[in-house]
Every structure is written in C-alpha cells, then in structure tokens.
C-alpha cells in the first residue's frame, strides 16, 4: 500500500521560502508521477508542480513558474519529492498535499490515486 506523507508547512513572510517535503513509501515508485496541489477553502484544488520520477521533467502551474522547483530522490524502498518555495506571496497560503499516480503526469486531480493528508502553508503580508 503506498502512504504519501508531507512535511514541511508551516508560516513565513512574503518573500521567505519554504521547502515541502513528500515521503512516498510502500513499494518503490517506478514509472509514477509525483505531483504537489494546493487548496483554500472554498475553491477547487490547484496543480502546482508535478515530475515523473523515472525521467525527472518536471511541469508547473502558471502562478508558480519562476519561484518553485520540484525535485525527487529515489532509493531501493522509497521516492522523496521536494518543493523548494521562494519568493512566497499571500497567495500562496493553502494546504499542500502531495500525490502520486502511474504516468503519464496530469493536472486532472481526481486522476491520481494516492494523497497524503496535507500541510499548511500560511505567508503573511
């Protein structure tokens, strides 16, 4: 059974940077896509970054472009999934949980099969 645990959350100031991280565990990930997507309440999930962590390209969404970067690292048992977060803005505030699908990569969340539970991220103004 494949478990997805973020860490990571947590405050920071416009302009700080936070990293995310996304513990996938449970068998080792092969041909799989590892995405991150955000939440506020009251609107739909949004995709921020995802990578296929065989190939390593990775994608990201319009309003992150420039100021995050997702990076995986694999072992024997496990993938790691990063998001390194600068130049944060209080737009940015959510919940981020990770996911992880078989290829191809998506946007379409109801597409991925396993989440983690989620963290928070709050950036003051």
């Known amino acids: 059974q494949v478990q997805l645990k973020e860490r990571g959350g947590g405050s920071a100031r416009t302009g700080a940077s936070l990293r995310l991280t996304c513990e996938a565990s449970?068998?080792?990930?092969?041909?799989?896509?590892l995405a991150w997507f955000r939440q506020v309440p009251g609107k739909d999930r949004e995709g921020v970054a995802r990578i296929e962590v065989d190939r390593l390209n990775a994608e990201y969404g319009d309003d992150v472009v420039g100021r995050f970067t997702i990076t995986v690292g694999n072992t024997e048992i496990q993938s790691v999934a990063y998001l390194q977060m600068n130049s944060l803005k209080p737009e940015d505030s959510a919940v981020y949980y990770c996911a992880a699908r078989p290829y191809p990569c998506t946007w379409a969340d109801q597409s991925y099969y396993h989440w983690g539970l989620g963290t928070q991220v709050t950036v003051a103004s």
């Open positions: 449970g068998s080792k990930f092969e041909r799989q896509c």
